[in-house]
């Protein structure tokens, strides 16, 4: 393992993972990656980083929807979606959607094709927010609605 990811688990707090399971139990990703598994789960991504399997072997890198939802409910302090994000940054041929207002990393294009999908039944309402970070977001939002 190269000092660089050793500092990377470090800052993150990857080598505190108790394994408990509760991102997973959180993480949407479960609709975007398909097949959804141990392996394409927060906990996978951790415990993989951890074992010094190669970044093209993480799957769930690229379904990922960066919701925080994992680092959240982490009882450990373990910021996952924080080493994802990293983890990503050393993928070959990475493509990562902008935010169209301030131009900062927003998604993968596999996760912005879901949330397309997904707001499809409200989609007038979330053409106004599709392409923006959440920070971009809450001000569109709180513009819109004051």
């Known amino acids: 393992m190269s000092h660089v990811y050793h500092d990377m688990l470090l800052a993150r707090n990857a080598y505190n993972c108790v394994e408990c399971g509760k ?4 993480c ?3 609709e975007t990656a398909r097949p959804f598994s141990r392996n394409t789960s927060p906990r ?3 415990q993989q980083a951890l074992q010094g399997v190669t970044v093209k072997g993480m799957h769930a890198l ?4 960066q919701c925080r939802s994992c680092t959240n409910a982490c009882p450990a302090g373990v910021d996952v979606a924080g080493l994802i994000a990293d983890l990503r940054q ?3 041929g990475w493509q990562m ?3 169209v207002a301030c131009g900062a990393p927003l998604l993968p294009d596999t996760a912005v094709r879901y949330l397309e999908r997904a707001t499809r039944a409200d ?3 979330s053409l106004a927010y599709t392409g923006l970070c959440p920070d971009c977001k809450r001000r569109t939002y709180v513009r819109n609605n004051r």
């Open 28 to 30: 949407p990703m479960a």
């Open 90 to 92: 050393s993928l070959d």
């Open 123 to 125: 989609y007038e309402a």
């Open 44 to 46: 996978g991504v951790v």
């Open 97 to 99: 959607v902008s935010c």
């Open 23 to 26: 991102c997973v139990a959180l």
């Open 62 to 65: 690229t379904h990922c929807l």
